[in-house]
């Protein structure tokens, strides 16, 4: 197996191992950031090496890989997604070519309890809309109007260190209806100036895997460089990453000898 990060999987990690060394993989599409000068003027590099850099910076102990959809396989072999914590997918008008039998690998590695961070457009991407078995359709405007992202769970890990709301001064919108199953928890809304709501931050589990799905970032705006921003992205990071080896298969089990003895 190639080493893509320096720490193997241990038999048990106490969620503070995971902070401490949490092994991050970046996916994203890379496609605007090389066909459209504006982007490109915001993500050199892409949006990935914007988001790679902030999170050494917030999280130093982290390995962080980054993957693109026009490498072999997307950037994405069965050992690095037997190497990764956590999977952040940033993804818009490719979405359909991304190959299905690596979505499915997505599906299962998730399954049995990698962490997954969907950014803002992957409301559409298949790994995403796969987990959540709804259309995952939304209201959108690009007017680059002013965004107040409001903390409606101040508890949570994910909105740790942050002010009450936080003020994106240019973005799209993304508006409700939002299609996607009721979250188990909703840490953050959004109200736009031109009048919509959306549900900005949401987090559910699927078998052993944690799911957080993030909204802004839309890829003409300079989102992804505001340290709010990057703070919630690296707090839900730590929050996604497997915290145990809990006994959970995604396989069925046959079990023919009772727990218990029947009663004769
Ligand atoms: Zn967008």
Not at 31 to 54: C, F, M, R, S, W
Not at 61 to 80: K, S, V
Request: hydrophobic content about 35%; charged content about 20%.
């Amino acid at each position: 197996m190639r080493a893509f990060f320096s720490r193997l999987q241990p038999s048990y990690i106490s969620r503070d191992d995971l902070v401490m060394s949490l092994r991050i993989t970046l996916w994203n599409e890379f496609l605007h950031e090389q066909h459209d000068p504006a982007v490109k003027a915001i993500y050199p590099n892409g949006i990935h090496d914007t988001l790679a850099e902030a999170i050494r910076q917030q999280i130093p102990t982290a390995h962080i890989h980054t993957a693109t959809l026009d490498q072999p396989d997307h950037g994405l072999p069965d050992d690095l997604l037997d190497q990764t914590d956590v999977l952040a997918w940033w993804g818009h008008k490719a979405h359909n070519q991304v190959r299905d039998d690596i979505v499915e690998k997505i599906h299962a590695r998730i399954l049995n309890g990698m962490g997954a961070l969907f950014l803002h457009s992957a409301h559409f991407a298949k790994p995403f809309k796969k987990l959540m078995g709804t259309s995952c359709r939304i209201h959108w405007r690009e007017a680059a109007e002013p965004e107040r992202l409001f903390i409606v769970h101040p508890a949570h890990p994910i909105a740790d260190g942050l002010p009450t709301h936080i003020d994106i001064s240019h973005e799209e919108m993304y508006g409700e209806f939002f299609d996607i199953p009721t979250p188990d928890e909703l840490i953050m809304l959004s109200w736009f100036q031109g009048g919509n709501v959306f549900r900005s931050c949401c987090t559910w589990t699927r078998g052993k895997g944690k799911i957080v799905y993030f909204r802004p970032g839309h890829e003409t705006h300079p989102t992804y460089h505001k340290p709010e921003i990057q703070r919630i992205i690296c707090n839900a990071l730590r929050w996604a990453a497997p915290t145990s080896n809990s006994p959970y298969t995604s396989r069925a089990t046959h079990e023919p000898q009772p727990l218990s003895p029947f009663p004769h």
